[in-house]
């Protein structure tokens, strides 16, 4: 009996010669609407699916591959005599490869002028349930849904004499079942946004392969790159690579961790990235200025680190760069000058991210052990809260403009967090202490003298005076700070004892 091929596909990448080697080897070729007239075309001796079933395609398409003598000849099992006797009675014929990919959902989606009539439109059902039915059925069907399989499938037809084997069909069917999974969780992601739901019962989140990692966070763990089809535009997973050797996994974690940062700054600001904190962010005139402050908050730190400008790069800045050894520089752009620079570093990594596509309140997921954690972005602004002044003494415009640079940067800061500034950069950083007072004798340790006169930002409250005491020794002016302490007034007390302005938030800024 001869073998017989279901083919529809919206990708028709590569279907033509695929098909006409099924057909050099006897198959004979089912399919439909455009699939069928471009098969046609190239020669391809058709049978239409309605010869098939005896129906005709209806309600513009939506019904056509809906039918019994479709999904028999998929479903019944060869070594079962009752399946075969009653395929026999009704006269359907079996159906032994499925070449099938889905209308493009996703791609219509994100189209600027798409309509929820569109993407309704685009969901498809014929394609997924003749993908389910052969899928379940693998054993005696061979279904194909990605185009990088055509090539496979055919060799191992070849070799084995027109058969494939049981593990080539296991796998096949494993990529059908991700390839609908993956479809139905982006239908489902797009219609609860439109809901408005925070909190759905199902979290149905898919991914796509980006590129296997040489490890892991070190040489032993296995690793790899994935990307969120509906994610953030502006975000390493859409960065493009101009230079330099692959990402490693730590280059990635590291990278979003930058652009987090610049993402907050609307003029000309640089930030630099050692372990997913900031170790210098300068902000300027220019993007030459902003990296020179940036720079100058901690030469050391910064040596070996990711530098990400939300500015182009010009010749000015990558000459400047050149002269010490960074991974992964980050930036809009770069000029040719630039480019001609930096590319003389061969390793040093060069991505450019559209920053104008920022949409900053995307979900943020993070695997626990047998689960997740989801939560949305923390976006919140010095603009979005009120403040109090507790203080006898008031900010100064000046360090008014400087506290909240400081604590834009805290909020990137794991916690505990203490963030000097002064000058328009950071001169002091304490990220992930056990307690808050140790993060801030860090942050004035590594300002030195640049503490006298600087501003502290800190992303929780202060649960005792010992924080602001340790400010005030060194010359702090300036705190911006959470409040809400059953202490607080020892801490106002404490900064009115040494002269300083704080300014209370009402809003804190864990990043764990």
């Known amino acids: 009996m001869k073998k017989r091929a279901l083919v529809s596909v919206s990708d028709k990448q590569g279907i033509v010669p695929f098909v006409q080697e099924l057909e050099k080897m006897g198959v004979e070729v089912i399919s439909t609407g455009g699939t069928k007239r471009e098969l046609e075309q190239a020669g391809v001796n058709v049978i239409g699916i309605e010869d098939v079933t005896g129906f005709p395609e209806m309600m513009d398409g939506r019904v056509k591959t ?3 003598n479709i999904h028999g000849g998929l479903l019944g099992v060869r070594d079962n005599d009752e399946h075969m006797d009653a395929l026999k009675q009704q006269g359907i014929g079996l159906i032994d490869f499925v070449v099938v990919n889905l209308y493009p959902f996703q791609a219509t989606i994100e189209k600027p002028e798409s309509t929820f009539t569109d993407a309704i439109e685009n969901i498809d059902i014929g394609g997924p349930s003749m993908i389910r039915s052969a899928a379940k059925n693998h054993n005696d069907v061979a279904i194909i849904v990605d185009t990088a399989d055509y090539d496979v499938v055919l060799q191992e037809l070849k070799d084995f004499d027109g058969e494939l084997s049981g593990e080539r069909k296991r796998k096949l069917a494993a990529k059908a079942f991700r390839h609908t999974a993956a479809y139905d969780a982006l239908i ?11 909190a759905p019962e199902k979290l149905t989140i898919t991914y796509n392969l980006k590129q296997m990692l040489r490890y892991g966070e070190n040489p032993h763990q296995l690793a790899a790159f994935y990307e969120r089809p509906l994610g953030n535009p502006v975000s390493i997973s ?3 690579q101009l230079h330099g050797k692959e990402l490693s996994y730590n280059n990635i974690n590291d990278a979003d961790a930058a652009l987090a940062v610049i993402r907050d700054f609307n003029g000309p600001a640089v930030a630099a990235i050692k372990h997913m904190n900031p170790c210098g962010v300068g902000i300027g005139e ?3 200025d902003a990296y020179t402050k940036a720079y100058e908050a901690d030469p050391m730190s910064i040596f070996g680190g990711i530098v990400a400008c939300n500015r182009e790069v010009d010749e000015e800045t990558a000459l400047k760069m050149k002269e010490i050894f960074l991974e992964i520089v980050i930036a809009p752009s770069f000029s040719k000058e630039a480019l001609a620079v930096l590319t003389e570093k061969k390793n040093l990594r060069l991505l450019t991210v559209n920053l104008s596509k920022n949409e900053p309140s995307e979900q943020r997921i993070t695997t626990v052990s047998g ?13 979005d809260v009120e403040v109090t002044i507790p203080t006898d003494r008031k900010p100064s415009d000046n360090e008014l403009e400087q506290i909240k640079m400081a604590w834009k940067v805290v909020k990137h800061v794991k916690s505990n967090a203490i963030v000097l500034a002064k000058a328009d950069q950071t001169i002091g ?5 056990m307690n808050r007072v140790g993060a801030a004798k860090i942050a004035i340790e590594q300002a030195g003298d640049k503490a006298n006169g600087a501003v502290m930002a800190s ?4 649960p005792m005076s010992d924080t602001v ?13 959470p409040g809400g302490s059953k202490r607080d007034q020892e801490s106002i007390d404490m900064a009115n004892e040494y002269g300083i302005a704080m300014v209370f938030t009402g809003v804190r800024h864990f990043k764990h």
């Open 286 to 288: 220019t993007i030459f």
């Open 66 to 68: 809906l039918h019994p």
């Open 429 to 433: 950083v304490g990220a992930g202490q």
């Open 459 to 462: 992303d929780a409250f202060f």
């Open 371 to 383: 689960g997740a954690l989801m939560q949305e972005t923390d976006t919140l602004s010095y603009e």
């Open 469 to 481: 005491e340790t400010a005030g020794k060194a010359g702090i002016r300036c705190i911006i700070q």
């Open 238 to 240: 859409r960065a493009e």
């Open 188 to 198: 489902g992601e797009y219609l609860t946004k439109q809901t408005g739901e925070d």
